[in-house]
């Protein structure tokens, strides 16, 4: 029987990658969106062409009674839920001194809460199953921190934090849980960078470019499918940045 992904934030970029991903080893898609209702259809017509047994679920990650929805959704369209794959999130570039006590209680909602909740409820389905596995997406800028990026930086340690202590709560139970911790990445998260940004940022790298999605892609199929006797870690999917 085919394995179940779940994906939030899966209607563009890294999410809408990740779908591609899995889909293409054989897996049941299922994805969450919060406003990209065209992004999703386009998607869906690319599942369609591959056969892919897909699902879509409207879902405000912030939200937990919507979160706990998604997931119900999924394994009652799949039977279970191997995957779960938090990677909904949103970017805030502001001096400390900008950000309103709105944007931090927006953005920890959205990356930190939004997280918390696709853990709790997919370990609420993978406990009984005894297997499982979790893949939070955070970055490096959770690892090092970044200038006018505190309340982001804030958040994306916090999931690293959260991976760590729950991969011990669940190691018992046979479930993994582990992190990817993205470089900059060709998303329209990074939009507004200036093409100066872009110059200086793939200077820092010592690859020498951007990060693909479908590479985050294959990072987060790794730690989901392959790495078996790897749980709590963080990887750096970042062309030697840090
Ligand atoms: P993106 O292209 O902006 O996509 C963000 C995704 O998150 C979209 O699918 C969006 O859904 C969804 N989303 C946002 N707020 C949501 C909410 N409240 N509820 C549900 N879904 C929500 O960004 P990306 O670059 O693919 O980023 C994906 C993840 O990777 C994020 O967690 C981000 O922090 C992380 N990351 C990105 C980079 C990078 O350089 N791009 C680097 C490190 C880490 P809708 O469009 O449907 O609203």
Partial sequence: MSKTVLITGGSRGIGAATAIYFAGKGYNVAITYNKSADAVNSLKEAMALN??????????????????????????????????????????????????????????????????????????????????????????????????????????SGIIGLTKALAKELGPSGIRVNCV?????????????????????????????????EEIARSVYFLANDAEFVTGQVLSADGGFI
């Fill in 181 to 213: 911790a993205p470089g900059v990445i060709d998303t329209e998260m990074n939009k507004n960078l200036t093409p100066e940004d872009f110059a200086a940022l793939k200077n820092e790298t010592p690859l020498g470019r951007l990060g693909k999605a």
């Fill in 51 to 156: 056969n892919t047994p897909f699902l879509t679920v409207r879902c405000d990650v912030s939200d937990p009674a919507q979160v706990d929805l998604a997931v119900e959704q999924t394994v009652n369209t799949f039977g279970g839920l191997d995957v779960m794959v938090n990677n909904a999130g949103i970017a805030l570039q502001k001096l400390i001194t900008d950000t309103t006590n709105d944007d931090w209680q927006g953005i920890l909602s959205t990356n930190l809460s939004g997280v918390f909740y696709g853990c709790r409820a997919a370990t609420r389905v993978m406990v009984p199953k005894h297997k499982g596995s979790i893949v939070n997406i955070s970055s490096i800028w959770g690892i090092t921190g970044a200038s006018m990026e505190v309340a982001y930086s804030a958040t994306k």
